[in-house]
């Protein structure tokens, strides 16, 4: 089977849900209800972006996000960034470093949120030396995209545990 690689000179997008597009080929083709994915959602954030159907099956592949016209990179990274609803941690609070588990007392995007790690060498990565990933106990995950943007507290707060 060979692989579609899609970009600007071959194809354009339309909303179709929350998290799906439909894709017009230039030829004419029109393939309806794919899920845009990242092959690698924690280091390639806008990088190898598959295309599924319904049956999960790939239809296409975006190697750059930066490769589409403007709507069409906008509209992609939308339903990217509803599929991979990930709060974004803005200001830390507190900080309850306990026998077994660390407490982050943490303001997201999506409001106040208790965080608890249990592994913290696991749960919570340093990546690019700027974005921090953290997982709790619970599963759930949380970002800071750039430690730098941080306030003084906040960053003073975290460097111990990075």
């Known amino acids: 089977m060979n692989r579609l690689y899609v970009d600007s000179n071959n ?3 339309k909303r ?3 998290t799906t597009v439909d894709m017009e080929l230039f030829d004419g083709t029109v393939i309806e209800n794919l899920e845009p994915r990242r092959l690698f959602p924690i280091s390639g954030q ?4 598959t295309l599924l159907d319904s049956d999960l099956n790939e239809k296409g592949l975006i190697r750059n996000i930066d490769d589409l016209i403007k709507e069409d990179k906008k509209l992609i990274l939308e339903c990217l960034a509803e599929y991979y609803l990930i ?19 943490v303001e997201t995007d999506r409001g106040h949120r ?3 790690i249990t592994h913290l060498v696991h749960q919570v990565k340093l990546l690019h030396d700027t ?3 953290f997982r709790d106990a619970n599963d759930n995950r949380f ?3 750039d430690i730098n943007a941080l306030d003084k507290h906040s960053r003073t ?5 990075l």
């Open 11 to 13: 194809a354009k997008f």
């Open 16 to 18: 179709r849900g929350l």
């Open 46 to 49: 806008t990088r190898y972006i």
């Open 87 to 105: 709060p974004r941690i803005n200001k830390i609070n507190n900080i309850d470093d306990q026998r077994s588990k660390i407490i982050f007392d």
């Open 114 to 116: 208790i965080i608890e």
């Open 131 to 133: 974005r921090v990933l």
């Open 143 to 145: 970002e800071i995209p």
């Open 157 to 161: 707060s975290l460097d111990f545990y």
